[in-house]
């Protein structure tokens, strides 16, 4: 008998690892930079089938890549690197303005909104084995609003990098 099996039509779809670890990363964009910016931001939600993490990423365009996480002491948030961030099996991992991002450092170009950024993500799963994502992010405006997956609310703080 043939098994079908069906997909909500959302992302959350855990498939049998065996079949398909395949890590799913949903819109991803960039900051625009204005002229002689050196950094910006890199943002996408990432849904993993098995228990993995994020752990490193770089782009053609940028002399490193940083993953970040924001830290709000009073009213000062900061930046700080992390070493990885965890993707739990089958949760919806946001990297989103005023959370956890990616920072795109010694920029070779500037960025205008419409563009398209090359990015390449590394991720670890619990093996230590490691498999890379290429993706194409959209760069949108300065002020753009960060998009949410399937109406998850947010927290979100301005940040201007
Ligand atoms: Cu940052």
């Known amino acids: 008998m043939r098994l079908s099996l069906i997909l909500p039509a959302f992302c959350l779809a855990a498939l049998p690892a065996t079949v398909q ?24 939600s990432l849904v993993s089938p098995v ?3 994020l752990v490193a990423a770089r782009s053609p365009i940028a002399g490193r890549v940083e993953l970040h996480t924001i830290q709000i002491q009073g009213e000062v948030m ?3 690197p992390i ?21 795109l450092l010694e920029l070779k170009t500037s960025l205008k909104a419409g563009e398209q950024a090359p990015l390449i ?9 490691r498999k890379e994502y290429p993706l194409t992010a959209e760069v949108r405006p300065l002020d753009a609003p960060s998009p949410t997956l ?5 927290h979100r703080h301005e940040q201007k990098n």
């Open 21 to 44: 670890a395949q890590v799913e990363i949903h819109t991803p964009w960039v900051r625009a930079t204005v002229p002689q910016q050196q950094a910006t931001g890199a943002f996408f």
């Open 78 to 80: 900061s930046m700080r």
């Open 150 to 154: 399937q109406g998850q609310h947010e």
């Open 51 to 53: 228990a993995a993490k």
């Open 121 to 129: 993500l590394v991720v670890e799963d619990e093996k230590g084995e």
């Open 83 to 103: 070493s990885e961030i965890p993707l739990p099996a089958n949760e919806v991992v946001n990297l989103a303005p005023g959370g956890a991002h990616l920072m």
